[in-house]
């Protein structure tokens, strides 16, 4: 409102001072007539003097001015060079999405170069770079969607340049606005990350490619074990002429376990096919416990069931729940060589999810190992081929749900499942 005023000045000054001239000669003619000559030269004296204080007073305002506009140009100089030398896309759009001002490395981006952008929406651009359409439209409804949101938005926008490449940015959008909530103007903010996501994509790739080699050679061992006792046996029989039938057995023996490397590691390879439905929760604990019903009875091991009712339901796949707890319950039995108690019991956690925990008193897990349990073939049985609570840990993420152990040396091992309910 002030700036509006200060360009009526030379005009107000013009018609004051006609005015001023006009009244006053007019006065002064009048006090001649009447031989007033003494007022006459006071009131020369006075028109003079405040013709030089109004003159100054509105040449130093014009001066003021000028200084003013001249440093506001020498910022918007500055601010012009800084934009421009961005390695980043800049643009300044009005409340209306018509281009303000956009920095170099943005219009080279969208070949606006020989265009006169200022005025245009997206759209209206699109038609003058039309490789670039889709991008323009797609950026005006994240320009729509920042402005109803009403705060600073980011997002990764990517698309084709017409060489080919792709380009991917780091997009964030500023929207401003007038105090009565109008929309005044937006600014957005775009870094190239097209590097960055090319190196994210080798280093998976490398990491991929690591786990693989990782898992070939634990099943290249896993199998090189058995398949050397093998040899060694048919060697044995070669050599003698007959079969042995202790070497016969034990060849079969080993037959089985390269049979069970291979069954397990299919299992872990199998992408998830299987409906999660409701499934009651002692069934599916009532099977392992009988399956294991003559090894407890050997090994002098007793499971409790606490807090488990009948309607005690979890949303999941009855199979591969079973292998879980029998894989569970199978290490917890493997390490009370002595007997002992398994404790399982549930409670809901959540609203929605119930948390079973298997608890034994065998001789526990060393906490050296607890950050490797779960990694493929990493074991510490002598017999053991390291994959049972790998294919646990899979088959439960497939139920979106988590594992924890917990364990103490000499003291016994808690695990616990959480699972959704229905």
Same mark, same amino acid.
């Given at each position: 409102?002030?700036?509006?005023?200060?360009?009526?000045?030379?005009?107000?000054?013009?018609?004051?001072?006609?005015?001023?001239? #006009?009244?006053?000669?007019?006065?002064?003619?009048?006090?001649?007539?009447?031989?007033?000559?003494?007022?006459?030269?006071? &009131?020369?004296?006075?028109?003079?003097?405040?013709?030089?204080?109004?003159?100054?007073?509105?040449?130093?305002?014009?001066?003021?001015?000028?200084?003013?506009?001249?440093? $506001?140009?020498? !910022?918007?100089?500055?601010?012009?060079? $800084?934009?421009?030398?961005?390695?980043?896309?800049?643009?300044?759009?009005?409340?209306?999405?018509?281009?303000?001002?956009?920095?170099?490395?943005?219009?080279?981006?969208?070949?606006?170069?020989?265009?006169?952008?200022?005025?245009?929406?997206? $759209?209206?651009?699109?038609?003058? #770079?039309?490789?670039?359409?889709?991008?323009?439209?797609?950026?005006?409804?994240?320009?729509?969607?920042?402005?109803?949101?009403?705060?600073?938005?980011?997002?990764?926008?990517?698309?084709?340049?017409?060489?080919?490449?792709?380009?991917?940015?780091?997009?964030?959008?500023?929207?401003?606005?007038?105090?009565?909530?109008?929309?005044?103007?937006?600014?957005?903010?775009?870094?190239?990350?097209?590097?960055?996501? !090319?190196?994210?994509?080798?280093?998976?790739?490398?990491?991929?490619?690591?786990? &693989?080699?990782?898992?070939?050679?634990?099943?290249?061992?896993?199998?090189?074990?058995?398949?050397?006792?093998?040899?060694?046996?048919?060697?044995?029989?070669?050599?003698?002429?007959?079969?042995?039938?202790?070497?016969?057995?034990?060849?079969?023996?080993?037959?089985?376990?390269?049979?069970?490397?291979?069954?397990?590691?299919?299992?872990?390879? !199998?992408?998830?096919?299987?409906?999660?439905?409701?499934?009651?929760?002692?069934?599916?604990?009532?099977?392992?416990?009988?399956?294991?019903?003559?090894?407890?009875?050997?090994?002098?091991?007793?499971?409790?069931?606490?807090?488990?009712?009948?309607?005690?339901?979890?949303?999941?796949?009855?199979?591969?729940? !079973?292998?879980?707890?029998?894989?569970?319950?199978?290490?917890?039995?493997?390490?009370?060589?002595?007997?002992?108690?398994?404790?399982?019991?549930?409670?809901?956690?959540?609203?929605?999810?119930?948390?079973?925990?298997?608890?034994?008193?065998?001789?526990?897990?060393?906490?050296?190992?607890?950050?490797?349990?779960?990694?493929?073939?990493?074991?510490?049985?002598?017999?053991?081929?390291?994959?049972?609570?790998?294919?646990?840990?899979?088959?439960?993420?497939?139920?979106?749900?988590?594992?924890?152990?917990?364990?103490?040396?000499?003291?016994?091992?808690?695990? #616990?499942?959480?699972?959704?309910?229905?």
């Amino acid at each position: 409102m002030k700036n509006k005023w200060l360009r009526f000045i030379p005009l107000i000054y013009l018609g004051f001072g006609i005015l001023w001239i #006009s009244l006053t000669d007019y006065w002064l003619y009048s006090l001649n007539q009447n031989n007033n000559l003494i007022i006459v030269e006071y &009131v020369n004296l006075l028109k003079g003097w405040l013709f030089i204080i109004i003159t100054a007073l509105l040449i130093y305002l014009i001066i003021k001015k000028h200084e003013a506009l001249k440093e $506001l140009e020498q !910022k918007k100089s500055e601010l012009s060079t $800084l934009i421009n030398n961005m390695p980043d896309f800049v643009c300044f759009k009005d409340g209306a999405g018509k281009w303000v001002l956009a920095n170099d490395y943005g219009l080279a981006l969208y070949d606006l170069q020989e265009v006169d952008y200022q005025g245009k929406t997206d $759209l209206e651009l699109g038609e003058y #770079s039309p490789h670039f359409k889709e991008a323009f439209a797609y950026c005006m409804e994240t320009d729509e969607q920042t402005w109803q949101d009403g705060k600073i938005t980011r997002d990764e926008e990517s698309f084709l340049l017409p060489c080919g490449e792709r380009k991917t940015f780091d997009v964030i959008k500023v929207p401003l606005f007038y105090p009565d909530g109008k929309r005044r103007a937006l600014v957005t903010i775009g870094r190239d990350i097209s590097s960055l996501k !090319k190196a994210e994509s080798l280093l998976l790739t490398k990491e991929k490619l690591s786990v &693989v080699g990782e898992m070939s050679a634990g099943i290249a061992h896993e199998i090189k074990n058995p398949l050397t006792a093998i040899k060694g046996f048919i060697q044995l029989i070669k050599k003698s002429g007959k079969a042995n039938q202790n070497h016969v057995n034990l060849v079969l023996s080993e037959i089985d376990r390269i049979n069970d490397i291979v069954s397990e590691m299919l299992v872990l390879s !199998k992408p998830p096919t299987k409906k999660l439905l409701p499934v009651p929760l002692t069934e599916v604990i009532h099977y392992v416990s009988n399956l294991v019903s003559n090894e407890t009875k050997q090994g002098n091991i007793h499971i409790d069931v606490k807090n488990i009712v009948e309607t005690t339901m979890v949303k999941g796949d009855v199979n591969g729940l !079973k292998q879980v707890f029998l894989n569970i319950i199978k290490n917890a039995m493997e390490a009370m060589p002595e007997g002992g108690l398994i404790e399982i019991s549930a409670e809901m956690t959540t609203p929605n999810y119930l948390t079973i925990k298997i608890k034994d008193d065998g001789i526990g897990i060393r906490e050296a190992n607890i950050d490797q349990l779960g990694n493929p073939f990493f074991t510490s049985k002598e017999k053991g081929m390291g994959l049972g609570l790998t294919i646990t840990n899979k088959i439960i993420q497939e139920h979106n749900g988590q594992l924890y152990i917990e364990s103490e040396e000499g003291k016994g091992t808690t695990v #616990s499942i959480s699972l959704s309910t229905i």
